[in-house]
């Protein structure tokens, strides 16, 4: 795996980079988290949200409505063909998964 990080497939795009996809791939649950505090918590301030959401059970929903947003983003690559930038996606969102297991797990 992480000869084709290094290696990435040939391709005519410029923007098919795994780099491309993977700073989407991370940024989106943080968006997806600001998102739902303006659509459901708007009575709430900003601080109150950030401590009420720190519960694990709770905080784990939320990023994984995350990454599901990140499922978007992939088909946006994958329609495209970036297969590379796709990759990236994918990465971010293991990399977004390893938290939201272990508090499912261990909490």
Not at 15 to 42: H, S
Request: net charge positive; charged share 10%.
């Amino acid at each position: 795996m992480l000869d084709r990080i290094l290696n990435p497939a040939p391709t005519i795009y410029k923007w098919d980079n795994f780099f491309v996809g993977f700073v989407p791939g991370l940024i989106c649950p943080l968006l997806a988290f600001l998102f739902f505090y303006t659509l459901q918590m708007k009575e709430m301030s900003f601080e109150t949200f950030l401590h009420h959401s720190m519960i694990p059970d709770i905080f784990s929903k939320i990023i994984s409505f995350g990454c599901i947003i990140n499922l978007g983003v992939f088909f946006i690559f994958i329609t495209r063909n970036y297969y590379n930038a796709a990759r990236g996606v994918i990465g971010a969102t293991i990399l977004w998964g390893i938290p939201i297991i272990y508090i499912k797990i261990c909490m």
